[in-house]
T-cell receptor
Framework: AQKITQTQPGMFVQEKEAVTLDCTYD???????LFWYKQPSSGEMIFLIY??????QNATEGRYSLNFQKARKSANLVISASQLGDSAMYFC??????????????FGQGTTLQVKP | KAGVTQTPRYLIKTRGQQVTLSCSPI?????VSWYQQTPGQGLQFLFE???????NKGNFPGRFSGRQFSNSRSEMNVSTLELGDSALYLC?????????????FGSGTQLSVL
């Protein structure tokens, strides 16, 4: 069954340090995409980074990188040089691509990240 | 370019009432999806509309329904409200050009059922 697991309900990181948020997934679809979204207290979900199951290289977007280990079914988000504005809830999500429907994402339970000054 | 707009931002209803939430997608986006977010269940997919047709539906009772208009604007309706329907309802849109397309989310409608 399709599932996303985020095992860290809450994380703390010191400003300017790097932090890794864990995500494991389960799917029987050989073609899938993995997303990370950030949700600040305002509620809006902000897209951070995307990794396709057939992508050979790990995705990077500025300070965000995705550590994709396909055999382990993990897609951890790495935030480098943390900033106070990074304090938010972070969600890992998956889209199964074989269905062709783009609107359905399966989300994990989220990780609350707090950046300390 | 304006983002995804959801109205109203906050809503308070009582059990048994019905409610309609509105979502205006980003201009040019044809796919609109709805999600329910609660502390207990997290983010759950409700349904997706594309070209005025529902093309995917999550595991929610029939009290939850939606529609999409010709200008891609979408509404979702919840009838006979229950206390457990209290949640943040998020709308997302995408241009639907490819399978790797990201979703753009609105700020949500916070529904409280008393």
């Amino acid at each position: 069954a399709q599932k996303i697991t985020q095992t860290q309900p809450g994380m703390f990181v010191q400003e300017k340090e790097a932090v890794t948020l864990d995500c494991t997934y389960d799917t029987s679809d050989p073609s899938y995409g993995l997303f990370w979204y950030k949700q600040p207290s305002s509620g809006e979900m902000i897209f951070l980074i995307y990794q396709g199951s057939y992508d050979q290289q790990n995705a990077t977007e500025g300070r965000y990188s995705l550590n994709f280990q396909k055999a382990r079914k993990s897609a951890n988000l790495v935030i480098s040089a943390s900033q106070l504005g990074d304090s938010a809830m972070y969600f890992c999500a998956m889209r199964e691509l074989s269905s062709g429907n783009t609107g359905k994402l399966i989300f994990g339970q989220g990780t609350t990240l707090q950046v300390k000054p | 370019k304006a983002g995804v707009t959801q109205t109203p931002r906050y809503l308070i209803k009582t059990r048994g009432q019905q409610v309609t939430l509105s979502c205006s997608p980003i201009s040019g986006h044809r796919s609109v999806s709805w999600y329910q977010q609660t502390p207990g269940q997290g983010l759950q997919f409700l349904f997706e509309y594309f070209s005025e047709t529902q093309r995917n539906k999550g595991n929610f009772p029939g009290r939850f329904s939606g529609r999409q208009f010709s200008n891609s604007r979408s509404e979702m309706n919840v009838s006979t409200l229950e206390l457990g329907d209290s949640a943040l309802y998020l709308c997302a849109s995408s241009p639907d050009r490819g399978r790797a397309e990201k979703l753009f989310f609105g700020s949500g409608t916070q529904l409280s059922v008393l």
